[in-house]
């Protein structure tokens, strides 16, 4: 039996019937929903609230929610007079002390008007010089927020069906392995029992080479002049410092607390922390950070195989990159893209083969990604792009969602897709791309690529390792490790020795470290590029500035290799203490202001080198 309701379609201001199962339990059901709805709004802080709230979201109100409906489907069934009022008052009491407990226990501030408060203030405003930085803490957080993340993703599997998605991928990128050969390639020279110390003398050797003033690997790789006048660099400048924190807002509330401990720009946000992951207060705390009004879509936490963590918003201000100075009034809409922060992130950024991609090859895990995400997100951006005419397109990210970033943005542009839209023809898509992975790589000379990617706006700060990883670079690890291992390195076997630094690493054997290696082709491990016209590698040259902040600067390095001249994709991977902790989107937030901050004062440098570094 069923009753029917009338209600309005709001879109087109009509009535519509419609019916719905008439319950033969209706108090129960009151009891149950209303219980659902307080534990929606149960928001715990500190140290609970982060791990409590987003299982909440992903975990605790589904269960509810399927428990609700087993509960309503056994009490329909059961032919006893007033079974629903005696059934409703069981329920009823239990919930209630909860509910109490809840209210009388957990402190609770006033984050709505707070949020409005913290909106409207002027973002100068909200600094203040009172405490000093926690790296430690910072780096912690960062963890925390990705452990977090992990165990949602897990924990859901069952819930959500993404354990059929984790098997297909799984198979596709073991099948890989043992199709091409790479896997019995990396395994062997890693498997090996002295392959540790082997990596601390790598390590070390490369260290030695890479001191900032000489032959570094950035300044192996460094453009002779500047790919664009000082004007347009500051301009990029600014806006990339604007849209690195909507790349650590993807993350969510723990990587903004880690950026928030950092302190990138040297001073103490003086707001009260919204420590919750609810997604009201990730939105209001989202607007805080990036200082923005609106934001219009959020994922929530945990993971997913085929869906990459983003959120979209409109941002009314002005951008400093702009083609004309008309454009520069513009507002923009922001994609911003989350990177690795779950173990799905880490199995899309594992599929690291290459398929075709807009005459090219990708990263076979990225780019699929990529591809989903914008059948997910393109009605809403079109929608934004509508509703405020001559806005832009802004696409960024961090990690494994730079490498998203770009390959989207590089899409886009390639296949013109606003340029078919009425209205929107005169869009212009742009790319900040923070840690990106290298993704693409052109399988001829293509003019139409290249323009596409003029708009891509790329960084790597320090010894940063994510920007040297593919499938190419790791068999060249590889490679290298078994040139170590097969070296005679002396009767008594001193590899121990050199790997803690207590004997010195032969002349012959950096050679052999040191050197070019030629890999036998493999199908589908193709040597893929960061997709950007040039590459901003940002370096620490002296621990403070006149602000007491660490001092950075920037060289201009080709992405990949021209005129017989390494790019960065031919470098190896570094092996350095720091090469996690300096991938870590506040560190990345750091030193941008550092550069910045150079180009606006001129005080220690113009923030950037050609020659030397």
Request: proline share 5%; aromatic share 8%.
């Amino acid at each position: 039996m069923h009753e029917y309701t009338e209600q309005t379609d709001t879109m087109k201001g009509t009535s519509i019937l419609t019916f719905e199962p008439k319950r033969k339990s209706p108090h129960i059901a009151k009891v149950l929903e209303s219980a659902k709805k307080d534990l929606e709004d149960a928001e715990f802080p500190g140290l609970a609230g982060k791990v409590f709230n987003p299982m909440r979201d992903s975990i605790f109100v589904p269960i509810t929610e399927k428990t609700a409906d087993i509960i309503l489907a056994v009490a329909d069934t059961i032919p006893l007079p007033y079974m629903d009022e005696i059934g409703a008052l069981a329920l009823s009491a239990p919930l209630f002390t909860m509910k109490a407990g809840y209210s009388l226990l957990i402190p609770h501030t006033q984050v709505d008007e707070e949020a409005k408060q913290d909106l409207d203030m002027n973002l100068g405003n909200a600094f203040k010089r009172n405490q000093k930085p926690k790296p430690i803490l910072s780096s912690l957080m960062g963890v925390f927020g990705f452990v977090a993340n992990s165990i949602i993703d897990i924990a859901t599997l069952p819930i959500n069906g993404k354990f059929g998605e984790w098997r297909d991928s799984t198979k596709k990128f073991l099948g890989y392995l043992v199709y091409s050969g790479v896997g019995e390639e990396i395994l062997g020279s890693f498997a090996d029992f002295n392959a540790f110390e082997n990596l601390l003398i790598i390590g070390r050797t490369q260290a030695e080479s890479n001191v900032i003033g000489g032959n570094s690997h950035r300044a192996r790789t460094a453009m002779d002049a500047l790919p664009v006048d000082e004007l347009f660099f500051k301009a990029i400048l600014i806006d990339a410092t604007r849209f690195a924190r909507f790349a650590t807002a993807a993350y969510g509330v723990s990587m903004i607390d880690s950026a928030d401990l950092l302190q990138v720009y040297g001073k103490h946000i003086k707001i009260k922390i919204v420590e919750n992951a609810s997604k009201d207060a990730r939105i209001r705390k989202i607007q805080r950070y990036t200082n923005t009004k609106q934001i219009i879509d959020i994922t929530k936490p945990g993971g997913s195989m085929e869906l990459l963590g983003h959120f979209i918003a409109v941002d009314a201000r002005k951008t400093q990159v702009a083609a004309s100075a008309s454009e520069k009034e513009k507002g923009v809409v922001v994609l911003a893209i989350r990177g690795t922060y779950t173990v799905s992130g880490l199995k899309a950024d594992a599929a690291g083969y290459t398929i075709p991609f807009c005459n090219g090859y990708a990263h076979a895990g990225i780019a699929k990604r990529a591809d989903s995400l914008w059948g997910k997100v393109e009605d809403d951006i079109v929608k934004a792009l509508r509703n405020n005419p001559g806005y832009n397109l802004i696409i960024t990210g961090h990690s494994l969602g730079a490498g998203a970033a770009a390959l989207l943005s590089l899409k886009l542009n390639y296949k013109g897709f606003f340029k078919k839209i009425q209205g929107l023809e005169k869009v212009v898509i742009r790319c900040f791309a923070f840690a990106p992975p290298p993704v693409f790589i052109q399988s001829s000379n293509d003019e139409a690529l290249v323009k596409a990617m003029n708009n891509a706006y790329a960084f790597i700060h320090e010894n940063d390792c994510v920007p040297f990883l593919s499938i190419s670079s790791i068999r060249n690890l590889a490679g290298t490790l078994d040139a170590v291992d097969n070296f005679e390195k002396g009767v008594l076997k001193s590899s121990p020795l050199m790997a803690a630094g207590l004997k010195p690493i032969p002349d012959e054997l950096k050679q052999l470290i040191c050197k070019d290696r030629l890999l036998p082709s493999v199908p589908n491990a193709h040597k893929l590029a960061i997709p950007a016209p040039f590459v901003m590698w940002m370096r620490k040259v002296a621990d403070k500035d006149a602000a007491d902040l660490p001092e950075y600067n920037v060289m201009f390095c080709r992405p990949q290799k021209e005129n017989e001249r390494m790019g960065i994709n031919h470098l190896p991977i570094l092996l350095d203490k720091d090469m996690i902790s300096d991938h870590m989107n506040p560190q990345y937030e750091q030193a941008l202001n550092s550069v910045l901050r150079q180009m606006i004062s001129h005080s220690g440098g113009d923030g950037y080198v050609l020659s030397s570094n």
